[in-house]
């Protein structure tokens, strides 16, 4: 009885890592599309138009939050930032780190306060929470934060 108890509970832990693994992948392919989606839209317009506005990538490999190398790294205008200001669409720039952070409005501890900082430069709110405690965010919310990072902010 001991060992189907084991057998049971390791199927458990495995088909659990299995799950939060996928639910990693697809929300690193959303984020990965989002950001295509805005190359392949800009792209199409005529070079004079998106000249300023394009997203870049740096030539060397660079680190992202996550620690992990990757070959580039998007860089993004703040006004492209500014095309993504909605809750079905929502990025924003914190210390110069481009994030989008749409799936996680949801479930946002501050509830919809999050959405003042959709399609902008929200290192201030960010750091004071003038709708909340005007403290700066936890620890947690940094690290959190890195989950939603997808470029760099372009200066």
């Known amino acids: 009885m001991d060992k189907t108890k084991t057998v049971i509970i390791t199927t458990a ?8 693994a996928v639910i990693y992948i697809v929300n690193r392919q959303r984020t ?13 317009a005529p070079q004079s138009e998106t000249e300023d506005t394009q997203p870049t990538s740096e030539a060397s490999a ?3 939050n996550s620690g992990s190398s990757s070959p580039e790294t998007m860089m993004y205008t ?3 930032v500014a095309q993504h200001s909605t809750k ?15 799936d996680f409005i949801s479930r946002h501890p501050g509830g919809d306060a999050i959405l003042q900082g959709c399609g902008k430069d929200a290192t201030e709110l960010f750091e ?24 760099e902010l372009k200066q």
């Open 13 to 20: 832990v495995v088909l659990t890592l299995l799950l939060i």
């Open 32 to 44: 990965q599309e989002a950001a295509s989606r805005t190359v392949n839209t800009e792209t199409s």
């Open 62 to 64: 660079t680190e992202d």
């Open 78 to 80: 703040l006004e492209e």
């Open 88 to 102: 079905d669409d929502c990025w924003m720039a914190i210390h110069n780190k481009v994030y989008n952070v749409t």
């Open 128 to 151: 004071t929470k003038p709708m909340g405690s005007r403290t700066p965010h936890s620890e947690r919310a940094r690290e959190n934060l890195e989950n939603f990072y997808i470029g």
